[in-house]
């Protein structure tokens, strides 16, 4: 006797669960039950539990039948011709949908070659082991499965055409890229998902060779001529935002161009751009420190006593304006209402970013490197029949990494190139490398994809035979241009007074705790003393009681805080000791400071 | 020549002029005197100078190979039942000084004929902690006659170095065995309960009789005997230093255990520092990772010489530190300055951390060296 329990709760006994089981799926099969019910035996505990949830992950698998798929060509034939669809499949009972749990009691073929009569059922495609993401990688089945997530990865950081509709979306920190491509070498999954409507990367040509150590490392090579002529060249947006917030008292914020009464008021110059409405215009060139959107607000603390005083001077300046490092041209302004039905304005700025050294490309197979030189066409290398790569990728990169997908695709896309026609690389299922060879070797070219290549500068031929082909590049949207950050002196933080943290901040970089150590593991003890000079204070102390001193402004002169006659020594220290120090005091712990000569 | 090496006997270290002389037995006084003179030199210049942080630089020595170990490796030395701990677990159990360690094991050298591998077999089997759980067949209990009855296997107690009538003795010796009488007939051994009791005290005798030990050395639960290049050694699994070295066919001048308190405790503080040298050596060895001596033993130092083992760790090295600033920037920091409020401690801060908090020069390097000269004071 076994349990049944239909979602988890008992709902009686059967003699033979394995038969009862093959009923109920037979039924399901003939539409007498619902398609949307799983039956699992589980022979742990003897139990049979039927699913008919909401929220479980299923998924569609061919049924098979005496080592025999149900589905036929006829029925490919009929799905061709649109007389047939997939739900009529699977009311036919040639599809059905397994979950979990059900897929335990079957023996699933992964593909058609490997069916036995102990099969009960058959992958739809071999690539359904895949994601979306991963099964855009083309030859996938060639290489490490590290580097296939990798690829997979890279390709949702790319620049492409994420919308259609970009023009009028206000997107925060998007890019667009300007002249995307299809890819040559592909995959099933690239027409299933209409990849060529929102494509994502453009099919350069690759050579693969060292060029003087510019691209080792991972890095690569770009060909200036190629970038001007419009590689990776992509456009930046992102949203600056302004609402008139309603406050207490009757109180709101104005889009104006700021009176001059106003507390902050920055200067004309900076105002320039503003129109009537307080807001800049399409198309002007800003730099950092440009107001973008003018906007006054009323104080920030409202005591009972302004409430009678409310005259224009005490409103404050809170203006937008581009932050530290910031530049564009205004692309678009909008005027809208927020939820609360309070007016609010975007302007959206646009950048053109042209690749440079240290913008981050990657292949679709995990091959990620950041530029190390844009290098003049005059001095890239170049074939026999003259060709002269967009890339230089180092040969470094492939033989611990292991990926063979990446080297097929060479192949494929010079091919493609050549033939003019594109190259099924799907994973499990793709056009044989040999093939490619072959198919190479027709257009008189070498069967290997290598090449002869020059050495521009002396015009001799290489000794070695370079290896050359078309790939399909990706320009990932980390940009030096938003990340390049440095400072000499800036601003501070107020309790601690050091250096503020973060780009954003203008902030210093940290020379931490370990940093620290190999200053005094040189004894480089000066020049440690010097790089944490950023709070460095004078504090008056007084020698009897060892406590900081205060100046007093009648007597003009620095005073003990506790005995009258104590003698008052100005002291070094940083702020951050003496704040530690103040810290002692409010646990009441007396840090007594002893001075002495230091001579 | 033996005038020249005079000469130099109060500049070099003896195995220094030991190593020399081996090596030139004879010389020249002229030659010796140049001989000498370049060996000086050399040194000099091997010897760390005055502000050197040697102590930072041994921590940053051990510290970045450390990030590059292979964490939780388990060394198998021959067989599979064997394991040691090695690897990053390994290093932080000895330099924390942990009473208990995960792996206790030791090093057993023999004396003469032993060591050529002669009844090496008998020799571990007879180190080994035998229990007499391991070799009964079953147990009997009758509540009727408030007796327990065992049957012990012939076959395996062969193998021991135990006669039957041993037996008894050793269960009246065991305390943990409530006191009863005993009956022997061949190999199986009644034992009645003193006291009319219930089920549970026969069932107290019946689990207590497991425990008793038979043979063997107490916490040795694993031998191994090896050959390690021309002679036998034992490995064993747990150790028991002070035991083993009573026995007579060990050679206690090689014999080491890998447990430190154990080694303090039997041999001494110099051999625990020897210890945590090998130990530490051992590992780093073991990862295929290369760190000067120099910078262990540095530690070892550290670790042992005040007499006691301490650990790296807010307890033990720390705790000894003169500067409040500097343990507090350790760890617990508001127990270490609330503490010295309390006492009154005064920081001479004489050290690095204290000068990087307050930022004043630290006194190594560049920074130790003070200008003196008189001021003079104007009357």
Same mark, same amino acid.
């Given at each position: ?17 394995? %038969? ?61 011709? *649109? ?54 990688? @083309? ?13 997979? /990865?890279?390709?949702?950081? +790319? ?31 690239? !027409? ?60 709101? !914020? ?15 110059? !900076? ?13 002007? /060139? ?12 009323? @104080?920030?603390?409202? +005591?009972?006593? !302004? ?29 809208? *209402?927020?939820? %609360? ?115 521009? /500068? ?56 370990? *940093? ?13 003393? %010097? ?13 009897? +009681? ?27 220290? +940083? ?25 | ?60 020595? =051990? ?24 690897? #990053?677990?390994?290093?932080?159990? $000895? ?14 050298? #023999? ?13 571990? #089997? ?37 006669? &039957? ?43 207590? #009789? ?39 066919? =060990? ?17 001494? $503080? ?22 000067? $001596? ?43 300055? &609330? ?24 006194? =190594? ?15």
């Amino acid at each position: 006797m076994a349990e049944v329990y239909l979602n988890g709760k008992f709902v009686g006994e059967v003699e033979n669960p394995v %038969e009862f089981r093959e009923k109920i799926v037979a039924e399901r099969r003939n539409n007498k039950m619902d398609n949307n019910l799983n039956v699992m035996f589980n022979s742990e505990d003897g139990n049979l539990y039927i699913e008919s949830n909401k929220g479980r992950i299923r998924r569609p698998l061919i049924v098979v039948k005496e080592g025999k798929a149900l589905l036929t060509e006829t029925h490919i034939k009929q799905l061709d011709e *649109e007389k047939l669809n997939f739900s009529d499949l699977v009311k036919q009972g040639i599809i059905e949908y397994i979950d979990a749990g059900e897929e335990e009691n079957l023996l699933v073929a992964f593909v058609e070659e490997d069916l036995t009569t102990a099969h009960t059922h058959l992958e739809i495609a071999a690539l359904d082991i895949l994601s979306l993401c991963s099964s855009l990688v @083309p030859y996938g089945n060639h290489t490490p499965g590290a580097r296939l997530s990798m690829g997979s /990865k890279n390709q949702k950081q +790319s620049v492409g055409l994420y919308a259609t509709n970009f023009p009028i979306r206000m997107d925060m920190d998007v890019n667009v890229l300007y002249q995307p491509q299809t890819p040559l070498v592909r995959s099933i999954m690239h !027409d299933v998902s209409k990849y060529d409507k929102h494509p994502c990367g453009q099919n350069l040509v690759v050579a693969v060779i060292d060029y003087k150590g510019y691209n080792m490392d991972d890095a690569i090579v770009l060909n200036k001529a190629s970038v001007e002529r419009g590689l990776g060249r992509c456009a930046y947006f992102r949203p600056i935002l302004a609402d008139e917030l309603r406050y207490s008292g009757g109180l709101m !914020d104005e889009i104006t161009i700021p009176d001059k009464e106003v507390k902050g008021y920055k200067s004309e110059e !900076d105002y320039k751009f503003l129109e009537e409405d307080g807001i800049i215009f399409p198309e002007a /060139k800003i730099k950092e420190g440009d107001v973008v959107i003018g906007k006054v607000s009323p @104080p920030r603390f409202l +005591s009972s006593l !302004d409430e009678y005083n409310l005259s224009l001077n005490t409103k404050r300046e809170s203006s937008l304006s581009l932050k530290h490092g910031e530049a564009g041209i205004v692309d678009l302004v909008l005027l809208s *209402e927020n939820k %609360e039905g309070n007016k609010m304005v975007q302007v959206r700025l646009r950048k053109q970013k042209i690749p440079e050294i240290g913008d981050k490309f990657t292949s679709r197979h995990g091959q990620k490197g950041v530029i190390g030189l844009v290098l003049d066409q005059a001095d890239v290398p170049f074939t026999a029949s003259g060709i002269t790569p967009d890339l230089i990728f180092s040969p470094h990169g492939i033989p611990s990494r292991m990926t063979i997908s990446h080297l097929i695709e060479l192949v494929g896309a010079k091919t493609a190139a050549l033939s003019g026609r594109y190259i099924d690389g799907t994973t499990f299922n793709s056009e044989p490398e040999s093939e490619l060879r072959k198919e190479l070797l027709a257009h008189g070219f070498k069967e290997n994809g290598t090449e002869t290549m020059y050495n521009p /500068k002396t015009g001799k031929k290489m000794k070695a035979k370079i290896y050359v082909g078309g790939m399909y590049y990706l320009r990932l949207k980390h940009m030096v241009s938003n990340k390049m950050h440095s400072r000499a002196t800036g601003p501070v933080q107020l309790l601690t007074r050091q250096p503020t943290e973060g780009k954003a901040k203008e902030g210093g970089l940290r020379l931490g705790e370990m *940093e620290k150590d190999t200053f005094v593991a040189h004894g480089a003890s000066l020049l440690l003393k %010097e790089r944490f000079d950023s709070d460095r204070t004078i504090v008056p102390i007084c020698e009897e +009681s060892g406590l900081a001193g205060y100046y007093d402004e009648f007597k003009k002169q620095y005073m003990s805080p506790l005995s009258k006659e104590g003698k008052i020594s100005n002291v070094e220290m +940083s702020y951050a000791f003496k704040l530690l120090l103040d810290e002692f005091k409010s646990l009441c712990i007396y840090p007594k400071i002893g001075l002495k000569t230091k001579y | 020549m033996d005038k020249v090496i005079k000469e130099y006997k109060k500049l070099l270290p003896e195995s220094i002029i030991e190593e020399i002389k081996k090596l030139v037995p004879k010389a020249s006084d002229a030659k010796m005197k140049k001989i000498m003179e370049a060996v000086y030199q050399e040194y000099l210049d091997s010897k760390v100078e005055a502000g050197e942080s040697v102590g930072l630089v041994a921590a940053e020595s =051990v510290g970045e190979p450390g990030t590059q170990m292979t964490l939780n490796t388990k060394h198998f030395s021959g067989v599979a039942e064997l394991n040691v701990t090695m690897g #990053l677990p390994r290093i932080i159990e $000895i330099l924390d000084a942990r009473k208990k360690i995960s792996t206790p094991m030791m090093e057993i050298y #023999l004396q003469k004929p032993y060591c050529n591998g002669k009844d090496i077999k008998k020799i571990a #089997l007879s180190i080994k902690e035998t229990k007499l759980g391991e070799i009964i067949t079953e147990f009997a209990i009758s509540i009727a006659e408030q007796t327990v009855e065992f049957t012990i296997n012939e076959k395996r107690f062969a193998d021991l170095d135990v006669e &039957f009538k041993d037996i008894k003795d050793l269960i009246k010796k065991t305390k943990k065995v409530p006191s009863c009488t005993m009956k022997q007939k061949e190999n199986v051994i009644t034992l009645t309960a003193k006291e009319d009791g219930d089920i549970r005290k026969l069932y107290e005798i019946k689990e207590s #009789l497991k425990e008793v030990v038979i043979q063997g050395i107490a916490g040795i639960t694993q031998v191994l005997p090896v050959k390690r290049g021309n002679e036998y050694i034992i490995i064993t699994a747990g150790s028991n230093l002070k035991k083993i070295l009573a026995k007579e066919f =060990v050679d206690p001048t090689k014999t080491n255990s890998n447990d430190l308190y154990e080694t303090c405790a039997v041999l001494g $503080i110099e051999a625990t520092r020897q210890t945590i040298i090998n130990e530490v050596s051992k590992v780093i060895d073991s990862q295929g990772l290369n760190i000067d $001596i120099r910078h262990i033993t540095l530690i070892a130092d550290m670790m042992c010489f005040s007499g006691d083992i301490k650990g790296v760790t807010r307890y033990g090295v720390v705790k000894e530190k003169s500067s409040i600033l500097a343990r507090a920037s350790f760890e617990t920091p508001i127990r270490h300055i &609330f503490s010295a409020g309390l006492t009154g401690e005064v920081d001479y801060l004489t050290s690095v951390i204290e000068n990087v908090m307050i930022n004043q020069p630290v006194p =190594v390097g560049t920074g130790l060296p003070d200008l003196v000269t008189k001021v003079k004071t104007v009357k």
